[in-house]
């Protein structure tokens, strides 16, 4: 398999990959938040009843642990697809 191969099929499984991760960090994220503020929901951009801060922070949180998650499955995937095809498919 050539390099130009590898890149275009892992293309798909790259895309399945970044969605599962989404899931995945949704569902860390929520886990975080009640062990940080005991509530089962984070606050959204446009709930009235929370302050600024709550909002960046919780925004903050979720967005650190999304890049994580989607950073260690995307590195988990390039390196099975190097290792099975002997190519880096970035």
């Given amino acids: 398999m050539s ?4 890149k275009v099929a892992y ?4 895309l399945l990959l970044g969605v599962g991760a989404g899931l995945v960090s ?3 994220f929520k886990q975080v938040w009640k062990l ?6 984070a606050p959204h ?4 009843d929370r302050g600024w801060g709550e909002i960046v922070i ?16 995307d590195r988990a995937g ?7 095809t ?5």
């Fill in 58 to 73: 919780a925004a903050a949180i979720q967005g650190a642990i999304f890049a994580a998650v989607k950073a260690t499955v």
């Fill in 26 to 28: 949704g569902l860390v």
């Fill in 11 to 14: 293309r798909p499984v790259g």
């Fill in 45 to 48: 951009a446009t709930d009235q």
């Fill in 3 to 6: 390099h130009v191969a590898a």
């Fill in 36 to 41: 940080i503020e005991g509530e089962q929901d």
């Fill in 78 to 84: 390039a390196v099975a697809v190097h290792r099975a």
């Fill in 86 to 90: 002997g190519y880096w498919p970035g």
